[in-house]
Every structure is written in C-alpha cells, then in structure tokens.
C-alpha cells in the first residue's frame, strides 16, 4: 500500500528538478525555470478537478492507472533538449501527479472500509511523504553518478511501471475478493 504513494513521484521529480534542468541542460533563465513551474501548476489546477470527474464517473482504478500511464511518455519527453517540448512534459508531469495523489486516497479506501479506512490513509500518506522526500534525494545521487538527468527519468518510468502494475494488481484484489466489511462498532 505505500508504494501507491509512488504515484505521485513523477511530478515530485518535475518540480524539485525543472529549475536544474533548465539552467544546466537548456541554458535558460531562472525566469524561465518559474514561469514553467508556475504554468505547471496552473494546469494542475484544471486537471485535478477533470481527473476527479473521471475517476468519479467511470472505474476509479481504471482512472488512476490511465493518469500513470500518461505519465510515461511525458517522463520520456523530459529528456528533450527544447525547452517548449520540456515546459509540455513538466506540465503533463506535475499536473497528473497532483491529480494521482488526490486520487490515491479515494482509490485505496476501496480496500478497507470501517474503522480501516484512517489506518490505511495514513499509509498511503506515509508513503507519498516518504517517497516525496527520498525520491529527489535518489535522483540526485543518480544525477550525479551519470552526470545529467536521463538515467533519473529512466528510473521514474520504471518506478511508474510499478505502481500501474499494483494498482491493476490491487484493482483485481478488490473485485475479486471485494473490500473488507465495515468494522463492528
């Protein structure tokens, strides 16, 4: 269950690392590095509540595994060298993450329900904090071992991969075996 918190880890990487990126690999201005960010967010601002529509409307499971799986190609994208093509993948990076780790906590109340449903909160949320914090700490020592950000976004592709799999995974859990009653009172 705390690796659900991964779903979030692209956009983590996004915001902590788009000011490095566009000043050492696109040659850009710090302006630049926060009119990108700041835009990033602004679209996170339309996507969260569309996000929510959606999860709302069809299968929530579904919903978030499609979010991470838009996730992989902006992942990719955040190699380019050409800074509209960069402030796009930011932008689809921050956004759906955002938008994943609102979604996360109704997703996961799925499968425990009752008195349950607080513990597993706080588990999701542990792993999204923890995740949060090591994950920029993870691809900074990965950044400076090879020596620019490729091997880094390669790393959260992976890890993105993982967490589509477990949520399909957890997704047939639940359909199979059906979350848990309510706890007696």
């Known amino acids: 269950i705390p690796l659900l918190g991964l779903s979030n880890a692209p956009g983590f990487a996004a915001t902590f690392f788009v000011p490095a990126v566009v000043h050492g690999q696109l040659h850009g201005s710090a302006a630049q590095a926060s009119a990108i960010i700041a835009a990033a967010y602004g679209v996170a601002i339309l996507a969260n509540p569309l996000c929510g529509w959606l999860a709302d409307r069809f299968e929530r499971w579904w919903v978030l595994a499609g979010m991470c799986v838009l996730m992989l190609p902006a992942c990719a994208l955040m190699s380019s060298t050409n800074l509209y093509v960069f402030a796009g993948a930011t932008a689809a990076l921050v956004s759906l993450g955002h938008a994943s780790a609102n ?3 109704p997703t996961a109340a799925e ?4 008195r349950d449903t ?5 588990i999701v949320g542990l792993g999204s904090g923890l995740f949060g914090y090591l994950g920029p700490q993870a691809l ?3 950044r400076d071992y090879s020596g620019g950000f490729d091997l880094g976004w390669h790393v959260i592709m992976g890890t993105t991969l993982v967490v589509i799999a477990l949520m399909l995974w957890l997704r047939q859990y639940v359909r199979r075996h059906g979350a848990s ?5």
């Open 103 to 105: 979604q996360i906590y």
């Open 111 to 114: 499968l425990l329900r009752g």
């Open 118 to 122: 607080g513990p597993i909160m706080g």
């Open 140 to 142: 900074g020592s990965m």
């Open 181 to 185: 009653a309510p706890a007696a009172a």
